[in-house]
Every structure is written in structure tokens, then in C-alpha cells.
């Protein structure tokens, strides 16, 4: 509360003072206030019945402070109608209504092509793995085809899988079909796995093969992108196979059969097209290395990677 300067402040009045009253000379004791109304001394009273239609602005489900008018509630249920028309608008709001859930859409993606120089002087070597599906939002149809070998020789190893994907949740898919192997021999599997983004963007990739001669085995893959810059990003790489018997045939172990890990360094010149350097160490584990040993080969080695990703 401010004060005005003394300057400011209204004169005193010149009245003469009330004259004063001695109040010692009274008989406060002969005053019999029993006889008095004190009720006609009260504060006026107060309605507060009016206070029960006030509301609580903070109060979950409080009503606006004003209505919708009546008029934004008037017209056609999409206001260009009144331009356009509503035949002629229907199209546009089918065909969003496509984009935006049932529309079919697909895509291959090659994400390994590279050649591998082994660090011991060994051959040079070639890999492929690529993959692609078309479909919904829920049903894909996808395929994926692996492979490799060295140059000049024969292909190696060599497969291709036909599946239907069905989303399980926002982030992986249900994958069942068959896989067929032309090389090193031919032999026919059903295929049953997951496919999807862990937490923390870990791509994840595994399935379980029945093949019919009655082998089964299994596969697992796991990569992430780590961006060094919004081109260059670097990504490691891990596949393990498991066998659940001993396949002769085919020189493999029951147990954990090869490990693979990696770096792999890329450059997107656009999303696209990134081309890669890298490195890669390969080991077969337990018996399947005794077996490669046996036969004159090296179950593990180091190599050095050059090869693209591309999808379109």
C-alpha cells in the first residue's frame, strides 16, 4: 500500500476538537446487558447455495468455457463437398483411405554383395544376401536368397527361401514357408522364424529349418546401424548356426556349428546405393571345425570386405 509525500497530503481540518468525555465517572456495573438484542447486532448473512454451480475449470472433464456453436455442426460431414461435390471428392478420400492401410506396396533390398580377400592368401571369395517382399501392412509375401563362393571355382553354397509374413506386433513379423538349397546339393526345408527390430534398433533375423531328410537346424542373424555422420555409418554384424545332429553329408556337427562377426563401414551416396569396406572373422566351432581340419581346410580366418548395399 503506497503513501503520498507530505506535500501531497490534504490539510487538517480546523474543526474544533470533540469535546472529551470522563468516562471514569461511570457505573459500568449498574449496565445490565442481559437485556439486550444481541441478534439484531449480526453481519448480514451470506447465500452460498448460489457457489454449487461453479466448476472446477482444473477439474478432469470440465465442460468448455464456451459451446461448439451450432453452426460448425451444420453442412455436409466433409466441407468440400460444397466445392467440389461429393462424387467428385469420393475417389480422392478412397484413395487415401488405400494409402493409409490397404495399399499393396514391395521391396527388394541386396544387403550384402561383396567380394572377401582372406588375410592368409587364400582364395578370393564372393557373398550375396539379399531379400524382398510385397504385401500389406500385416501380409507380405517375401522371399531370400543367400549364397557364396570363390572366384573361378564353383558356387559353394547356395539358397532360396518363399514365405508368408504375418505382423505379430508393430515391430516384428512371423515368417513360415519353404527354403530349397541348390547347392552343395539339393535339399528341400520348411522354414519357420522371426523377423524384426529389437530394442534398442538391433535388426534380428532367425528361423528354424526342417529339411526332408529329416536335419534340423537353425539360424541367427544380428546387425546395427550405428551413424557416424548422417552418410557414413558403421555396422556390426553377427550370424551363428546350430545343427541339433550331425550331418555328414555335409561335414557339420551337432552342437553350434560357425560363427560369423563383423564391421562394415558404408557411405550412402543416397539411401539407396552405399557402398562399403570391412571386416570379417569366420570360424567353425566344435566338430564341424575337427571335420574341416580332417578334410585340409582351415575352420577359421580373418577377411577383408568390399562390396554394396543397394535396394530398390
Same mark, same amino acid.
Given at each position: 500500500?503506497?503513501?503520498?509525500?507530505?506535500?501531497?497530503?490534504?490539510?487538517?481540518?480546523?474543526?474544533?476538537?470533540?469535546?472529551?468525555?470522563?468516562?471514569?465517572?461511570?457505573?459500568?456495573?449498574?449496565?445490565?446487558?442481559?437485556?439486550?438484542?444481541?441478534?439484531?447486532?449480526?453481519?448480514?448473512?451470506?447465500?452460498?447455495?448460489?457457489?454449487?454451480?461453479?466448476?472446477?475449470?482444473?477439474?478432469?472433464?470440465?465442460?468448455?468455457?464456451?459451446?461448439?456453436?451450432?453452426?460448425?455442426?451444420?453442412?455436409?460431414?466433409?466441407?468440400?463437398?460444397?466445392?467440389?461435390?461429393?462424387?467428385?471428392?469420393?475417389?480422392?478420400?478412397?484413395?487415401?483411405?488405400?494409402?493409409?492401410?490397404?495399399?499393396?506396396?514391395?521391396?527388394?533390398?541386396?544387403?550384402?554383395?561383396?567380394?572377401?580377400?582372406?588375410?592368409?592368401?587364400?582364395?578370393?571369395?564372393?557373398?550375396?544376401?539379399?531379400?524382398?517382399?510385397?504385401? *500389406?501392412?500385416?501380409? #507380405?509375401?517375401? !522371399?531370400?536368397? @543367400?549364397?557364396?563362393?570363390?572366384? /573361378?571355382? =564353383?558356387? %559353394?553354397?547356395?539358397?532360396?527361401?518363399?514365405?508368408?509374413?504375418?505382423?505379430?506386433?508393430?515391430?516384428?513379423?512371423?515368417?513360415?514357408?519353404?527354403?530349397?538349397?541348390?547347392?552343395?546339393?539339393?535339399?528341400?526345408?520348411?522354414?519357420?522364424?522371426?523377423?524384426?527390430?529389437?530394442?534398442?534398433?538391433?535388426?534380428?533375423?532367425?528361423?528354424?529349418?526342417?529339411?526332408?531328410?529329416?536335419?534340423?537346424?537353425?539360424?541367427?542373424?544380428?546387425?546395427?546401424?550405428?551413424?557416424?555422420?548422417?552418410?557414413?555409418?558403421?555396422?556390426?554384424?553377427?550370424?551363428?548356426?546350430?545343427?541339433?545332429?550331425?550331418?555328414?553329408?555335409?561335414?557339420?556337427?551337432?552342437?553350434?556349428?560357425?560363427?560369423?562377426? *563383423?564391421?562394415?563401414? #558404408?557411405?550412402? !551416396?543416397?539411401? @539407396?546405393?552405399?557402398?562399403?569396406? /570391412?571386416? =570379417?572373422? %569366420?570360424?567353425?566351432?566344435?566338430?564341424?571345425?575337427?571335420?574341416?581340419?580332417?578334410?585340409?581346410?582351415?575352420?577359421?580366418?580373418?577377411?577383408?570386405?568390399?562390396?554394396?548395399?543397394?535396394?530398390?
Amino acid at each position: 500500500m503506497g503513501h503520498l509525500p507530505p506535500e501531497k497530503c490534504p490539510a487538517k481540518s480546523e474543526a474544533e476538537p470533540a469535546a472529551e468525555m470522563d468516562h471514569s465517572a461511570m457505573d459500568h456495573s449498574k449496565m445490565d446487558h442481559s437485556t439486550m438484542d444481541h441478534s439484531a447486532m449480526g453481519q448480514p448473512s451470506v447465500d452460498h447455495s448460489a457457489h454449487g454451480a461453479m466448476t472446477d475449470k482444473s477439474t478432469p472433464g470440465a465442460a468448455p468455457e464456451s459451446a461448439v456453436p451450432l453452426r460448425a455442426l451444420e453442412g455436409p460431414r466433409h466441407a468440400a463437398d460444397l466445392i467440389w461435390g461429393e462424387s467428385a471428392m469420393a475417389p480422392s478420400r478412397a484413395q487415401l483411405a488405400h494409402e493409409n492401410g490397404g495399399m499393396k506396396t514391395g521391396m527388394i533390398m541386396l544387403e550384402r554383395l561383396e567380394a572377401r580377400v582372406p588375410t592368409d592368401g587364400g582364395d578370393t571369395g564372393y557373398v550375396w544376401d539379399a531379400q524382398g517382399w510385397y504385401g *500389406g501392412d500385416l501380409n #507380405r509375401f517375401v !522371399f531370400k536368397s @543367400e549364397g557364396e563362393g570363390e572366384f /573361378g571355382s =564353383e558356387l %559353394e553354397d547356395a539358397e532360396i527361401q518363399a514365405l508368408y509374413s504375418r505382423a505379430i506386433g508393430p515391430f516384428f513379423d512371423l515368417q513360415a514357408g519353404v527354403r530349397y538349397d541348390i547347392e552343395p546339393d539339393s535339399r528341400a526345408h520348411a522354414v519357420i522364424g522371426v523377423q524384426g527390430l529389437a530394442p534398442y534398433m538391433f535388426h534380428v533375423d532367425g528361423a528354424v529349418f526342417l529339411s526332408d531328410q529329416g536335419d534340423l537346424t537353425a539360424r541367427i542373424e544380428g546387425e546395427y546401424d550405428q551413424k557416424i555422420t548422417q552418410r557414413l555409418i558403421l555396422q556390426p554384424r553377427v550370424e551363428l548356426e546350430l545343427s541339433a545332429q550331425d550331418i555328414p553329408e555335409r561335414e557339420i556337427g551337432a552342437g553350434l556349428t560357425k560363427v560369423e562377426s *563383423g564391421l562394415r563401414l #558404408r557411405y550412402e !551416396f543416397t539411401p @539407396e546405393f552405399a557402398p562399403y569396406v /570391412g571386416v =570379417e572373422y %569366420e570360424a567353425k566351432l566344435g566338430e564341424t571345425a575337427d571335420r574341416a581340419k580332417a578334410a585340409g581346410e582351415d575352420p577359421d580366418g580373418l577377411k577383408l570386405l568390399v562390396g554394396l548395399r543397394a535396394w530398390f
